[in-house]
């Protein structure tokens, strides 16, 4: 459990509580803001959650990313007390969430398929959860207005539900999950209810509305591309536990194992053996290229250890002339597939060792190469950079 210096004792918090160590220290509170430590789920003789440890900034976007069943969504239930912990603790702003009652916790949760009362107005809705609390008269109108100004949503405030559009539905919820002020927000597939043309738009009007309001959040969401669009940092789960967690550049860029390579994004793999390890590069032996595997980094292992390369499509060239000798990073194959995307092209070239390697080439790159098509020997390269060494 993350320590930090400052108080041990002193007075409770507001829930009588005593507050954490080290809340007297900003910069240790603001950075463990949340703090999940040891938490375990347990459905009978299912393990749903396995020792998950993780903390979460001030005023940060956390993405919880991973497959169904992962776990993601039982963690976020836990946080906002639908689901019980089996062991572990979960703290917020200092205070162990364990025995607090879902209606007295300092979080709110915006559903996937918002909830939203159908009977009620946009004013009512936002403007339940206040009336719950005892808020009523000027604090209460006051309050719900500035909200649904902030989502730009006060022009519709006597419309019900049915008669809005499926992104204004998702901001009306996301306004009632504000209103009340939560120390932490928790959505859940935030985008899923979306048609895929208006989800990018609605990603970054999401994040600008978040940061305005300056309110810790949390989201799961299977979606790589929503995860990498809207979060500051993103944890990726997989049965049960986080497997790695870092920006979406550490993610995307140096993912730790071979499990995160290929579930956030796409990715080739080249698995082969340590032939040569020193500080400054390594090399892989494989028999699914002509050449050597060189990256420009060494890595901390025995010779003859296993291990696999990944490469990013977006770093591998096509070239119609072979390397020349003594070159490292390459293939020869021919054109099996070509998938148009517009504003790139994915090219599936199959190696002579009957491997299938896909490159992702620019329009202003194909140009260059004279667009290679279906059946034409091709060659594959790439730089020492672009290689990243996977040793689980």
């Known amino acids: 459990m993350p320590a930090g210096p400052g108080n041990q004792g002193g007075p409770g918090g507001p829930n009588g509580r005593r507050p954490e160590p080290g809340l007297r220290d900003p910069n240790w509170a603001g950075e463990n803001f949340v703090r999940i430590v040891d938490v375990v789920k347990k459905f009978d003789e299912t393990v749903a959650v396995k020792g998950v440890n993780l903390s979460v900034k001030k005023g940060e976007l956390f993405a919880l990313l991973g497959s169904s069943g992962c776990g993601k969504s039982t963690l976020l239930r836990m946080l906002a007390g639908l689901e019980s912990v089996t062991s572990g603790q979960i703290v917020i702003d200092g205070e162990d969430l364990a025995s607090m009652p879902p209606y007295r916790r300092p979080v709110n949760m915006m559903f996937q398929s918002y909830a939203l009362f159908p009977h009620m ?41 049915h008669q809005l559009s499926g992104g204004q539905q998702q901001r009306v919820a996301l306004a009632r999950s504000l209103v009340k002020r939560p120390k932490l927000l928790l959505l859940d597939e935030p985008m899923s209810a979306l048609d895929k043309q208006i989800r990018q738009r609605t990603q970054i009007e999401l994040v600008n509305i978040l940061d305005k309001v300056g309110v810790t959040c949390m989201m799961v969401t299977h979606d790589q591309e929503e995860a990498m669009t809207m979060a500051g940092r993103i944890a990726v789960m997989s049965e049960g536990e986080i497997v790695q967690i870092g920006t979406p550049h550490e993610v995307y860029e140096y993912p730790n194992s071979r499990f995160t390579a290929e579930f956030i994004g796409s990715t080739n793999l080249f698995d082969g053996i340590v032939v040569e390890d020193e500080p400054d590069h390594v090399f892989v032996e494989t028999t699914e290229l002509p050449s050597r595997l060189y990256v420009n980094h060494g890595i901390t292992g025995p010779l003859g250890m296993p291990v696999t390369i990944s490469v990013r499509p977006e770093r591998i060239a096509l070239t119609r002339k072979p390397p020349p000798d003594g070159s490292y990073n390459w293939g020869r194959g021919t054109v099996a597939n070509i998938a148009y995307m517009g504003g790139y092209t994915l090219y599936h070239v199959k190696l002579d060792s009957g491997k299938v390697v896909v490159a992702n080439l620019s329009s202003i790159a194909l140009g260059q190469i004279d667009s290679p098509t279906w059946d034409d020997e091709v060659f594959v390269r790439w730089t020492a950079s672009a290689g990243v060494v996977l040793t689980a």
């Open 121 to 161: 107005t946009v004013e009512s809705n936002v403007a339940f959860g206040l009336k719950q609390e005892g808020v009523r008269g000027a604090e209460l109108k006051e309050r719900v207005h500035t909200t649904l100004d902030l989502v730009q949503m006060a022009k519709y405030a006597q419309r019900k539900p």
